[in-house]
């Protein structure tokens, strides 16, 4: 019948695309029990080669029928009076198959061709969709869709580390290079610890604590100047100070444990986001309290780029 001969044309396209699904679904069923790790490489290639040869299957089909030859098989020799008989090797591809219908129920072989058409349209559509799903989703463990949030996505969905931020491996490896450093002078280097109490004389409710950590290089006559500097913000990030912004904090210890005020000239032009409380609008004072010079500490909990990270983790200083 017409709708048996439809049904045997449309089956092999839907049974590429059913198959490629189930490999989709094995996919996601992976990365959900694997705990969204990545996926091999070799799925992913596997995946695009068959994927692309879903969408192509049509034309597949079509180019191997005419290079078979499986097509007018009732004009070829030993198939004219019997197309069953053995001496037939030729049976019309599916391409044809509709087209060979249609011819003989006198409705015209144009019309079977336009029903292989429709369904072969059909097919392809249903495998590019499930092709771009996985595209998206999973090829190359998601860097297609990666990069589509990255071109696409409003600039409060990322999160980028200050230029000046340091990490908590590079911090402890120069504060343990410090205590270790010895000059051709005998110089050596000390490091000091302290809590900056900030306020604000326009924002009665602002009172924020920063941490600052400097390592002063010391020489034998008692003259000292500041090497490195470093300060932990509200958030927990850690940033390397340089320029005016490391300028004035190195002031503030001069008179240990005083009370200093600091206005926008002292740190003005500073690139960094850690001297944010000395760029706002009005006067700051920041109180130098609980200093230590190479002793025991214990940093708050890390955020921002590096949040999770227990104040344990952090490198006590002896």
């Known amino acids: 019948t017409t709708l ?18 189930l490999l989709l679904s094995c996919g996601y069923l992976y990365r959900r029990l694997a705990s969204r790790s990545a ?3 070799i799925y992913s290639h596997y995946m695009l080669a068959f994927g692309l040869a879903a969408i192509l299957h049509p034309a597949l089909i079509f180019l191997v029928d005419i290079l078979m030859r499986n097509y007018s098989c009732d004009l070829r020799t030993g198939c004219r009076e019997d197309y069953t008989s053995e001496s037939c090797h030729c049976f019309e591809g599916d391409v044809f198959r509709m087209w060979h219908r249609m011819t003989d129920d006198e409705n015209g072989g144009v019309v079977g061709a336009f029903y292989t ?17 996985y595209l998206v989703d999973l090829h190359a463990n998601g860097r297609v869709y990666d990069t589509y949030r990255r071109i ?16 908590l491996d590079e911090l402890n490896s120069v504060l343990a290079m410090a205590k270790r450093w010895c000059g051709p002078q005998a110089e050596h280097r000390k490091i000091v610890i302290s809590e900056l109490h900030v306020t604000n004389d326009r924002d009665m409710t602002m009172d924020e604590t920063r941490t600052h950590i400097a390592i002063y290089e010391v020489q034998l006559n008692g003259r000292y100047w500041m090497y490195r500097s470093f300060i932990r913000g509200t958030d927990g990030t850690v940033k390397e100070l340089f320029g005016d912004a490391a300028r004035a904090f190195d002031k503030s210890f001069d008179n240990p444990g005083c009370i200093r005020q600091l206005n926008r000239a002292d ?9 944010r409380s000395f760029s706002s609008v009005g006067t700051l004072h920041t109180d130098r309290a609980d200093a230590g010079v190479d002793g025991n500490v214990n940093l708050s909990v890390l955020a921002g780029h590096f949040a999770g990270v227990p104040a344990f983790l952090w490198p006590r200083l002896t």
């Open 4 to 21: 048996g001969e439809i049904a045997v044309v449309a089956m092999g396209p839907l049974t590429v695309v059913l198959y490629f699904s």
């Open 39 to 41: 996926l091999p490489e």
């Open 117 to 133: 058409g429709i369904i072969y349209v059909a097919t392809s559509s249903l495998a590019f969709s499930t092709f771009c799903l």
């Open 152 to 167: 696409f996505g409003a600039e409060a969905d990322f999160f980028l580390p200050n230029d000046f931020e340091v990490s």
């Open 267 to 275: 740190t003005q032009d500073s690139a960094l986001d850690a001297a």
